[in-house]
């Protein structure tokens, strides 16, 4: 069964801290890439944090800095770890993970809720 399970979303305050975590199935091999988008109300998805089994790292902009993303290729899991939260950070945040050109897929988990208000 292919799954992305999620965890650590919630309600923080402006300031705070959260650490995002999606484990994925052992019947998801060869993972090339793992990572975070989101999706603020009335917006496009966007990247937030990407890393490869390599661990090379690409971070949008916005959040440079301030989030830190990791894998452990052992647990097929990708963590994020979120810092210094901005109300502008609100928005569902997806895991996804994708294959290479020779063992391609590109799964994404369900989705879990992160909300920075006061």
């Known amino acids: 069964q292919v799954q992305l399970v999620e965890a650590g979303g919630g309600l923080v305050q402006p300031g705070g801290s959260l650490r995002l975590s999606c484990a994925a199935s052992?019947?998801?091999?060869?993972?090339?890439?793992m990572g975070w988008y989101r999706q603020a109300p009335g917006k496009e998805r966007e990247l937030v944090a990407t890393i490869t089994s390599g661990g090379r790292t690409n971070y949008a902009d916005s959040v440079k800095g301030r989030f830190t993303i990791a894998r452990d290729n052992a647990k097929n899991t990708v963590y994020l770890q979120m810092n210094s939260l901005k109300p502008e950070d609100t928005a569902v945040y997806y895991c996804n993970a994708r294959g290479s050109s020779w063992v391609w897929y590109n799964y994404w988990g369900q989705g879990t809720q992160v909300t920075v208000s006061s």
């Open positions: 052992r019947s998801i091999f060869s993972i090339n890439t």
